[in-house]
């Protein structure tokens, strides 16, 4: 059975030890976020995270699952009011 090096991943028949993002990536957030306030964290992830700096900071999160080829269209149309 394999092993997932980061504490936040984790693949079938492996429990991820964490729900926490890695803390890069929420320092990547933040770093954004300083830059521009008005940022929108776009999520895209099967699994549950605890985003709770994101939530207090951040005036829009965007969840979305693994979808299909048109996920790149379907994001944008959300992120620019055209649905």
Known sequence: MG???PLSDGKE???RRSIDLQPV???LIK???EANPR???VLKASFPFA???VQ???????HMAHNSQEEGSALADVLFGRL
């Open 31 to 33: 770093d954004v976020f």
């Open 25 to 27: 990536q929420e320092q």
């Open 51 to 53: 985003i709770n700096w």
């Open 3 to 5: 092993k997932c090096e």
């Open 13 to 15: 028949a492996i429990d």
């Open 39 to 41: 940022t929108i964290v």
């Open 56 to 62: 207090e900071h951040v005036p829009a999160i965007v």
